[in-house]
């Protein structure tokens, strides 16, 4: 199975300022059709996940251009431009790459 | 609007049967992989189970597979997860997700656009 590791657990920013959440794999995300199946997602406190970013770096439809993602093959960032009030929650990244489907441990992000 | 909506959830003894079932609306639902993940109270998100557009490529995670079944009826634009022998451990809120992408070989290849509300399931005694 392919292994998500996230760190750091939990991260408290003040508004206004960036953030950047870290995950890697312990195989390749990579595919021979070029993408990168390495997806993130956030659960809103008392919600279900949400899509933001999929594919290694597309925006999810409806998401601020303040969240973006970058990495490759087992190293990935999703970050966080300008942190506001309503980015609070848990955020996870997956692999899609292989069966089974796995998950990050997840980041807590707080506002201060 | 894509709407995914599950239901079935509930208190089950150890041991027992619950079947979940998934309602979609929205989209072309015969097009999409539809997949389920489930999340125990306080932790992470598991994957559980996925199913192909046309059921053709099913997978499951190690923990469920042999007592849990995925299925879908295209014809009525739902899903289905039968749960046997519960245990404990399967306490946890279960989603159903839609799954743009593609299946290849023995694996499929997408991320997860839709969730619905997620229904409870508690296996105790």
């Known amino acids: 199975d392919i292994v998500m590791t996230q760190t750091p657990l939990s991260l408290s920013v003040t508004p206004g300022q960036p953030a950047s959440i870290s995950c890697k794999s312990n195989?390749?995300?990579?595919?021979?059709?070029?993408?990168?199946?390495l997806h993130w997602y956030l659960q809103k406190p008392g919600q279900s996940p949400q899509l933001l970013i999929y594919?290694?770096?597309s925006r999810f439809s409806g998401v601020p251009d303040r969240f973006s993602g970058s990495g490759s093959g087992t190293d990935f960032t999703l970050k966080i431009s300008r942190v506001e009030a309503d980015d609070v929650g848990v955020y996870y990244c997956?692999?899609?790459?292989?069966?089974?489907?796995?998950f990050g441990g997840g980041t807590k992000v707080e506002i201060k | 609007e894509v709407q995914v909506v599950e239901s079935g959830g509930g208190l089950v003894n150890p041991g027992g049967s619950l079947r979940l079932s998934c309602a979609a609306s929205?989209?072309?639902?015969?097009?999409?992989?539809i997949n389920w993940v489930r999340q125990a109270p306080g932790k992470g998100l598991e994957w559980v189970s996925a199913?192909?557009?046309?059921?053709?490529?099913?997978s499951y995670a190690g923990s469920v597979r042999g007592r849990f079944t995925i299925s879908r009826d295209n014809a009525k634009n739902a899903l289905y997860l039968q749960m046997n022998g519960l245990r404990a451990e399967d306490t946890a809120v279960y989603y159903c997700?839609?799954?743009?992408?593609?299946?290849?070989?023995?694996?499929?290849?997408?991320?997860?656009?839709?969730w619905g509300q997620g229904t409870l399931v508690t296996v105790s005694s």
């Open positions: 997700a839609r799954a743009p992408g593609y299946c290849g070989g023995p694996n499929c290849y997408y991320s997860f656009d839709y």
């Open positions: 929205g989209f072309s639902f015969s097009s999409y992989s």
């Open positions: 199913i192909s557009s046309t059921s053709r490529h099913i």
């Open positions: 195989q390749s995300l990579l595919h021979i059709d070029g993408k990168t199946y």
């Open positions: 594919d290694l770096s």
């Open positions: 997956m692999q899609g790459r292989q069966f089974p489907i796995t």
